[in-house]
């Protein structure tokens, strides 16, 4: 079983930053994509951005720019940095994790809101 613990949403103001952390745990021989989507309200959930093992990133067209994700393996944690937010990046963020074994893992979830 693998857990993933996210931290660092939060309210902030049009123009600002977040960084958001997660942290993966449990019984597993390695991780091989980590990534974050986010789910507005009254919109489907959409991925943000992932990053393989080896450091390869894939962004949401909405977020290119403006968002990074980078991880770090020894620690089997992803992080997501987030400038020039704008309120349409209002959403719940979740962390997810694709294990070898267990396949894949959803977080529980961190509220970012910008306000306009």
């Known amino acids: 079983q693998v857990q993933l613990v996210e931290s660092g949403g939060g309210l902030v103001q049009a123009g600002g930053s977040l960084r958001l952390s997660c942290a993966a745990s449990g019984r597993f021989f390695s991780i091989n994509v980590m990534g974050w989507y986010r789910r507005a309200p009254g919109k489907q959930r959409e991925m943000v951005g992932s990053?393989?093992?080896?450091?390869?990133?894939n962004y949401a067209d909405s977020v290119k720019g403006r968002f990074t994700i980078s991880r770090d393996n020894a620690k089997n944690t992803v992080l997501l940095q987030m400038n020039s937010l704008k309120p349409e990046d209002t959403a719940v963020y979740y962390c997810?994790?694709?294990?070898?074994?267990?396949?894949?893992?959803w977080g529980q979830g961190t509220q970012v809101t910008v306000s306009s």
């Open positions: 990053i393989t093992s080896g450091g390869s990133t």
């Open positions: 997810n994790a694709y294990t070898y074994p267990g396949g894949t893992s």
